[in-house]
């Protein structure tokens, strides 16, 4: 191997995020609780959610389906069927991703296109639907992530380093979108209707490259939980994805981060200045905070997405980056947590434009 060459360090120059217009969190809240009909689980519901940390969650639904009116999408005969849940998905997905790309200072120059997307499915895919309307290169070379689940973010950010890193001339669109309130599910269950309250719709991109200053991508992590693969689960059935989000992983999470042989990988040689934990929700963040025996704050910017956006899945780690990158840390860890129970994670700290 030829080592004559420096080491390139593939960086987030820039970050920008976009949400639909439509705040549903409130309604989604009465909609649910009309689910219950036990008094009992229905102020529970409304108990458990006024304490869930979040204060706004956004979707691509409007009008009256955003308002879950009688004969609206989720107010008609039946629920909706997945292929009318991915005929939205294909309407509503490129619109809301070129959003947040028209938010960043430039794609001039993009060189690759890297899509995460795990709540819907078309073809031809998103990553072609938005090259052409960006009218990037023909030439410009796309990769697309789906399924993954929320830490899908992180791996899309990592495919990007591997990108710049095998390449340094690479230019890198980066871009997770995802339209989770396609996926709402009729059901009494309580901790069913619990985990769908804290999703949300929301789209982030990102340009990594190997010049400029920036937020540097570094060493990835990745660990998966012995006999975990029922806590989370993301199935494909007749009427949408239905997600299960077992009470369970807050417990069994905080447990797995105490543990020192994971702690010792995810903190490195030194404690990290900053940490960009996927809020995957209230009490994910605090079992985290537990695990990792963090400082009260240190998950400040992750908290705040939670209450202004909510869990967008694999965008919303990318939401947390936007906030930490405006302070520039030398030193941190991005973790989200998916399927299963697993976790992928990233290092990161800024590198100066000569770096």
Known sequence: MDDSHPRVTPRIQAIATAVPDCDVHARYTHWAEEQLTDPRKAALFARMESRGGIDHRYSVLSGGDAAMDFGSFYMSNGSPSTSARMH?????????????????????????????????????????????????????????????????????LRTAAHIVRSDPSARVLAVSVELCTLHLQETEDLESLLAMGQFADGAAAAIVCAEGE???????????????????????????????????????????????????????????????????GRSVLDAAERGLNLPSDALNASRGVLSDFGNMSSATVIFVLERLMRDRPQSGVAMAFGPGLAMEGLRFGWVASDA
Request: proline content about 5%.
């Open 88 to 156: 939205r998905y294909a309407e509503a997905a490129p619109d809301l991703a070129l959003k947040a790309i028209a938010n960043l200072p430039s794609t001039k120059g993009v060189t690759h296109l890297v899509i995460a997307s795990c709540t819907g499915f078309m073809a031809p895919g998103l990553d072609q639907v938005l090259a052409r309307q960006l009218d990037l290169a023909s030439n410009v070379e796309r990769v697309s992530i789906g399924f993954m689940g929320c830490y899908a973010g992180i791996t899309l």
């Open 214 to 280: 920036g937020l540097g991508l570094g060493e990835g992590l990745s660990a998966a939980l012995e006999d975990s693969k029922d806590l989370i689960t993301w199935t494909v059935g007749d009427t949408g994805f239905a997600m299960h989000l077992s009470g369970a992983v807050p417990g069994r999470l905080a447990e797995a981060l105490d543990d020192p042989a994971l702690q010792a990988t995810i903190l490195g040689d030194e404690a990290p200045q900053a940490w960009a934990v996927h809020p995957g």
